[in-house]
């Protein structure tokens, strides 16, 4: 049932992509999650159709990265599973 | 009569008709309103029409299967389960109570609006896939299996239980008093029509049940939502698309914080950190967003896709119909904050706009005209938040009919969390309790006659405690999120993640993370504790949640590495190919 025929070095392979691709999704989570905010008082300076930037990167910017982010994440790990041969059929 | 397998593939052609439908409803409703029909009629209808609906929902997917009980038979399709998780998480303070923090809190507000959207990313990277592989049927029968034993999944089943108990006492409270306000009835014979309303889209059907009744009300709520704010977007500013328009309106709200006199005192709406200083601000979304990625009811949800794949796509979808609303809630505070204070502020108070009338005669909105000038300050003046969304029909001068569908879209919002909150208690009370550790034999009819049962003790045991309202209970759902997030987290995450995770370890890591902020929560609220680093009591998962991460990783590294056995476990977990580990018995 469970796939028996990968081997322990292919295994490792797969966890790694797996991994690397998790902690670039987290770096960028982390970045539009806090990093960005910090500026926030600054970012308020610009002010983009009425929006100080600062409060549009907190009430809009910041989500439509959320949404992309997964979507792009899901796509890219179907791409890793499949090269892999893990994918489900 | 039973819904048989084509139903899921004319999911688009049902749905779709049933939104016509709605609409349908909706406009005819405007009609009766405009040949002199009452309000009160049709606030009755509104709230029968929609409970009836979801009601034939739930008896429509009734089931006597185990599978289809408790993961809707792993059917839905990643789309549909976005909506579904949608409404599972938008509950009633979503609906009402969001805008209102944020017309009260400004910037600072939006550590909500990230906070309750940005834990998605974590829910679809690090956990969700992984428990769908599996094929858990409730967060602590992962834990169970993962860490071998009936100790871990007993603490799992404690933190489980003592997040969402608090939380779905919130939501009956909330359909409690909407329904009250709607069909004008006490609030203690409110909620149990509430409860009435929550049973019949769960009891037969379990999670296909919820499933499919939850896709509708997302349907009704987000309707529900949008229509008022395009309304008055379209009428303040001549363009319907209010989450663009707002922008044009924070500028002119800036401008009368800082020239209009009577304004004296008011917070500056997009100034950053001058509720919470940083610290409390980025703990906040921390704690938030860990939480949301904690949570047993929304984890459950994506238990019910076809395949690990869907798993990881429904979490993007359910984020965009999350988002449709959250992105939307800034511009109603705005829209609100603008009327108040062109038109109320500094306005006579003989001259007030109609809707404040209304509103202070419910005790709603106070006014006090403390310096008898006979012109409203800005400190004369409150406002309870729940009335920036209520009343934004009656901002925008429109009919009754749409304050109506604003009732069914709280109702539709408050019944949907509900729901989840009630399967995730109830399942884990008969597959992890009773199932798991009492009677491992127990046939098939004899566990779904359990699961019912416990669903309408805890359904009952909701609703009583609710009717008591309880002050205390509720400010206590803001603690879900820290509890869960410094209970469940760390076990979670490093289960899938660091194969050398031992079941000491998370014991020990949940023991530690949980106990530590149940510690601060109790401490700072009723023991007169004070502050650890001026850290406020809602971000209280800050200590626990990396307290529990170095537990675990502490005590994993002085036990025993896991077996063999576990290390294959693990390997497969991580193996999105094979099916789903945890198969149920043939039925």
């Known amino acids: 049932m469970s796939n028996g025929d990968m081997t322990p070095e292919r295994r490792a392979q797969y966890w790694k992509a797996t991994g690397g691709l998790m902690w670039f999704v987290l770096a960028i989570w982390f970045l539009a999650s806090f990093?960005?905010?910090?500026?926030?008082?600054?970012?308020?300076?610009?002010?983009?159709?009425?929006?100080?930037?600062?409060?549009?990167?907190?009430?809009?910017?910041?989500?439509?990265?959320f949404v992309v982010l997964i979507f792009w994440f899901a796509a890219r790990q179907n791409r890793i599973d499949e090269k892999f041969d893990v994918a489900e059929d | 009569m039973a819904m048989k397998g084509d139903f899921v593939s004319n999911l688009g052609r049902i749905y779709g008709t049933y939104t016509g439908g709605f609409i349908g409803f909706v406009v005819l409703l405007a009609i009766l309103e405009q040949v002199g029909v009452p309000n009160r009629v049709i606030g009755y209808l509104f709230v029968a029409m929609t409970i009836g609906v979801y009601a034939a929902i739930g008896y429509l997917?009734?089931?006597?299967?185990?599978?289809?009980?408790?993961?809707?038979?792993?059917?839905?399709?990643?789309?549909?389960?976005?909506?579904?998780?949608?409404?599972?998480?938008?509950?009633?303070?979503?609906?009402?109570?969001?805008?209102?923090?944020?017309?009260?809190?400004g910037y600072d507000g939006l550590a909500f609006v990230l906070g309750w959207t940005g834990g998605y990313v974590l829910v679809a990277v690090l956990i969700a896939p992984y428990l769908r592989k599996f094929g858990a049927?409730?967060?602590?029968?992962?834990?169970?299996?993962?860490?071998?034993?009936?100790?871990?999944?007993?603490?799992?089943?404690?933190?489980?239980?003592?997040?969402?108990?608090?939380?779905?006492?919130?939501?009956?409270?909330?359909?409690?008093?909407?329904?009250?306000?709607?069909?004008?009835?006490?609030?203690?014979?409110?909620v149990f029509v509430g409860l009435v309303g929550i049973l019949v889209c769960s009891m037969l059907g379990g999670m296909r049940a919820v499933t499919w009744t939850?896709?509708?009300?997302?349907?009704?709520?987000?309707?529900?939502?949008?229509?008022?704010?395009?309304?008055?977007?379209?009428?303040?500013?001549?363009?319907?698309?209010?989450?663009?328009?707002?922008?044009?309106?924070?500028?002119?709200?800036t401008e009368l914080?800082?020239?209009?006199?009577?304004?004296?005192?008011?917070?500056?709406?997009?100034?950053?950190?001058?509720?919470?200083?940083?610290?409390?601000?980025?703990?906040?979304?921390?704690?938030?967003?860990?939480?949301?990625?904690?949570?047993?009811?929304?984890?459950?949800?994506?238990?019910?896709?076809?395949?690990?794949?869907?798993?990881?796509?429904?979490?993007?979808?359910?984020?965009?119909?999350?988002?449709i609303l959250y992105f939307t809630a800034p511009a109603y505070a705005a829209f609100a904050k603008f009327e108040i204070y062109q038109n109320v502020i500094g306005a006579q108070i003989a001259a007030l706009p109609e809707w404040v009338s209304i509103y202070s005669g419910i005790g709603l909105v106070t006014i006090a005209d403390a310096n008898a000038d006979g012109i409203l300050q800005f400190a004369e003046f409150t406002i309870h938040p729940d009335v920036?969304?209520?009343?934004?029909?009656?901002?925008?001068?429109?009919?009754?009919?749409?304050?109506?569908?604003?009732?069914?879209?709280?109702?539709?919002?408050?019944?949907?969390?509900?729901?989840?909150?009630?399967?995730?208690?109830?399942?884990?009370?008969?597959?992890?309790?009773?199932?798991?550790?009492?009677?491992?034999?127990?046939?098939?009819?004899?566990r779904l006659t359990v699961a019912r049962a416990l669903l309408v003790v805890v359904a009952i045991m909701a609703a009583m405690v609710a009717s008591t309202r309880p002050a205390g209970i509720l400010a206590m759902v803001a603690w879900a999120f820290s509890l869960a997030a410094a209970g469940l987290f760390p076990a979670l995450v490093m289960g899938v993640w660091w194969n050398r995770t031992t079941k000491e370890g998370a014991v020990a890591g949940m023991l530690v993370g949980f106990g530590v902020t149940l510690f601060y929560l109790v401490a700072t609220r009723y023991g007169g504790m004070g502050e650890w680093f001026g850290v406020r009591n809602i971000s209280?998962?800050?200590?626990?949640?990396?307290?529990?991460?170095?537990?675990?990783?502490?005590?994993?590294?002085?036990?025993?590495?896991?077996?063999?056995?576990?290390?294959?476990?693990?390997?497969?977990?991580?193996?999105?190919?094979?099916?789903?580990?945890?198969?149920?018995?043939?039925?």
């Open chain 2, 214 to 253: 939850q896709v509708a009300q997302y349907i009704v709520l987000i309707i529900a939502y949008l229509v008022p704010v395009v309304m008055l977007s379209a009428k303040l500013t001549g363009v319907p698309i209010p989450q663009i328009m707002y922008g044009d309106i924070l500028q002119r709200i």
């Open chain 1, 35 to 65: 990093v960005v905010h910090f500026f926030a008082p600054s970012l308020n300076a610009i002010v983009i159709f009425g929006f100080p930037l600062g409060f549009y990167i907190a009430a809009q910017g910041s989500l439509i990265v």
């Open chain 2, 257 to 323: 914080e800082q020239t209009k006199p009577a304004l004296a005192g008011a917070k500056a709406h997009t100034v950053p950190f001058s509720t919470y200083d940083p610290l409390n601000y980025f703990a906040l979304i921390a704690c938030l967003m860990i939480g949301t990625a904690s949570l047993p009811h929304v984890l459950m949800r994506f238990f019910t896709t076809p395949s690990v794949r869907d798993a990881r796509k429904s979490v993007g979808w359910a984020l965009l119909f999350i988002f």
């Open chain 2, 137 to 190: 049927y409730t967060v602590p029968d992962f834990l169970g299996a993962r860490y071998g034993g009936d100790f871990a999944r007993t603490i799992g089943i404690v933190v489980l239980f003592c997040c969402s108990f608090t939380y779905i006492v919130a939501q009956v409270t909330g359909t409690g008093i909407i329904a009250s306000r709607f069909l004008d009835i006490p609030f203690g014979v409110a």
């Open chain 2, 388 to 446: 920036v969304v209520i009343a934004t029909p009656e901002i925008a001068g429109l009919p009754y009919v749409v304050a109506g569908l604003v009732a069914a879209g709280g109702l539709a919002a408050a019944l949907s969390t509900a729901d989840g909150l009630l399967l995730a208690i109830a399942n884990a009370l008969s597959h992890d309790v009773y199932y798991r550790m009492i009677d491992p034999q127990a046939s098939t009819a004899r």
């Open chain 2, 540 to 587: 209280a998962a800050t200590f626990g949640l990396p307290l529990g991460f170095l537990t675990i990783w502490v005590v994993s590294l002085m036990t025993p590495a896991p077996s063999k056995e576990m290390q294959d476990f693990i390997d497969n977990l991580r193996t999105p190919r094979g099916g789903t580990m945890m198969e149920e018995k043939a039925v």
């Open chain 2, 61 to 105: 997917s009734r089931t006597m299967q185990v599978s289809e009980y408790y993961v809707a038979g792993r059917k839905v399709p990643a789309f549909y389960n976005g909506m579904a998780t949608a409404a599972d998480w938008m509950s009633a303070a979503s609906f009402i109570g969001m805008a209102g923090t944020l017309y009260a809190l």
